[in-house]
């Protein structure tokens, strides 16, 4: 069973920076997607950056182009998402999800497409 796992929250200002990790046990490790989504409160939640582990490719939310930065450790089975220029519209609920069937069209990142969740790691930015 593919158990994903959360950490690097926090608090931090307008302008900072923080590096979100999660790990993945469980499961194969290559040829699987694995995404960054968020949720703010009352808000839907929105597909932030994802990558294909098997080369490397990234897609990345409008909102977060040129500020996020999602990369992945193949001998750690992780996955990071580097937050810098964080603004307070960045403040929510982020989860890593995993799957190995997914086809991203248009860069949009569909939470519907991934069955493998972690239990989240609260971002505020102040």
């Given at each position: 069973?593919?158990?994903l796992?959360?950490?690097?929250?926090?608090?931090?200002?307008?302008?900072?920076?923080?590096?979100?990790?999660?790990?993945?046990?469980?499961?194969?490790?290559?040829?699987?997607?694995?995404?960054?989504f968020?949720?703010?409160?009352?808000?839907?939640?929105?597909?932030?950056?994802?990558?294909?582990?098997?080369?490397?490719?990234?897609?990345?939310?409008?909102?977060?182009?040129?500020?996020?930065?999602?990369?992945?450790?193949?001998?750690?089975?992780?996955?990071?998402?580097?937050?810098?220029?964080?603004?307070?519209?960045?403040?929510?609920?982020?989860?890593?999800?995993?799957?190995?069937?997914?086809?991203?069209?248009?860069?949009?990142?569909?939470?519907?497409?991934?069955?493998?969740?972690?239990?989240?790691?609260?971002?505020?930015?102040?």
């Amino acid at each position: 069973q593919v158990q994903l796992v959360e950490s690097g929250g926090g608090s931090v200002q307008a302008g900072g920076s923080l590096r979100l990790s999660c790990t993945r046990t469980g499961d194969t490790y290559s040829r699987n997607c694995m995404a960054w989504f968020r949720q703010a409160p009352g808000k839907e939640r929105e597909g932030v950056a994802a990558i294909y582990t098997n080369d490397d490719s990234t897609y990345y939310a409008d909102s977060v182009k040129g500020r996020f930065t999602i990369s992945h450790d193949f001998a750690k089975s992780t996955i990071y998402l580097q937050m810098d220029s964080l603004k307070p519209e960045d403040t929510a609920m982020y989860y890593c999800a995993a799957d190995s069937a997914v086809l991203i069209l248009g860069g949009i990142i569909k939470a519907e497409d991934f069955t493998y969740w972690g239990q989240g790691t609260q971002v505020t930015v102040s």
